[in-house]
């Protein structure tokens, strides 16, 4: 069982070894022109929703807990997001609890 200890020890060592992280300018990311904004407590998530290759935004919304969907109409590399639409099961919006 010591064996199996020490080898996640020495990966942990080595990473904090290596060189720190250097992050990008943050951005805010645009839905027609206008800054996407949830309000309080958004947890994106970018996958590719609706199988067509291009990674789209799902987000929480804090407000009545409704979850947003952005369809990606650009690329992987520059997503463009032109408009959202909340989830919804059999013509209701999906909500998630929220306060």
């Given at each position: 069982?010591?064996?199996l200890l020490?080898?996640?020890?020495?990966?942990?060592?080595?990473?904090?070894a290596?060189a720190?992280?250097?992050?990008?300018?943050?951005?805010?990311l645009?839905?027609a022109?206008?800054?996407?904004?949830?309000?309080?407590?958004?947890a994106p998530?970018?996958v590719d929703?609706?199988g067509?290759?291009?990674?789209?935004?799902?987000?929480?919304?804090?407000?009545?807990?409704?979850?947003?969907?952005?369809?990606?109409?650009?690329?992987?590399e520059?997503?463009?997001?032109?408009s959202?639409?909340?989830?919804?099961?059999?013509?209701v919006?999906?909500?998630?609890?929220?306060?």
């Amino acid at each position: 069982m010591k064996p199996l200890l020490f080898i996640p020890l020495l990966l942990l060592a080595a990473m904090a070894a290596s060189a720190p992280f250097t992050f990008d300018t943050p951005y805010y990311l645009q839905c027609a022109g206008t800054t996407i904004d949830v309000q309080y407590y958004g947890a994106p998530c970018v996958v590719d929703w609706d199988g067509d290759g291009l990674k789209d935004l799902i987000t929480g919304q804090f407000y009545y807990g409704n979850i947003r969907f952005y369809k990606n109409e650009g690329t992987n590399e520059s997503p463009v997001f032109n408009s959202f639409a909340y989830l919804q099961a059999d013509g209701v919006n999906i909500t998630m609890g929220y306060g």
